[in-house]
């Protein structure tokens, strides 16, 4: 059975910085495209990049981020290396949350040229991405 795949749209300035920075820089497959809209395949996930004018940074990492989860430490690890070695730019640098705890992770933010934040995580439990309902901590919040 196959499991469905998530689809976000999100707003870009341009397509062709959209291209150099989710294709180029992450790994992106490109999909369908028109002068407003590209179809990225995020790691099995669709993302929808549309243009929009004026687009205002927000202000911190919340409420607005996507990203992606990775299963193990050596993923994330090498998606960091890519990350870097892209010379992608980082809103915060790697970083472990919530250490010693059920909850700990680690973590990591980019930003794209158009003020979007993306996150990258492994949890160290992997229990905790939807439970370990008995601790309130969610984010720096």
């Known amino acids: 059975m196959n ?3 998530f689809h976000l749209a999100f707003p ?3 397509i062709p910085q959209t291209k150099l920075f989710y294709i180029e820089g992450l790994g992106c497959m490109p999909g369908r495209e028109t002068p407003r809209s590209l179809i990225l395949n995020f790691y099995e996930h ?3 990049a549309h243009v929009t004018p ?3 940074p927000q202000k ?3 409420p607005r981020h996507f ?3 990775f299963a193990t ?3 994330w690890q090498e998606f960091y290396r890519r990350a870097k070695k892209q010379d992608l ?3 915060q640098e790697a970083k472990l949350r919530f250490p010693d705890s059920p909850l700990e992770h680690q973590t990591f933010f980019l930003i794209d040229p158009f003020h979007n934040l993306l996150e990258f995580k492994f949890y160290a439990h992997p229990e905790a991405v939807f439970g370990c309902h008995e601790y309130a901590q969610i984010g720096d919040h």
């Open 3 to 5: 499991p469905p795949i």
């Open 12 to 14: 870009v300035g341009d």
């Open 46 to 48: 669709q993302l929808v």
């Open 54 to 56: 004026d687009m205002q």
């Open 60 to 62: 911190g990492i919340y």
């Open 67 to 69: 990203g992606l989860i």
């Open 73 to 75: 430490e050596s993923q």
């Open 89 to 91: 730019p980082f809103y």
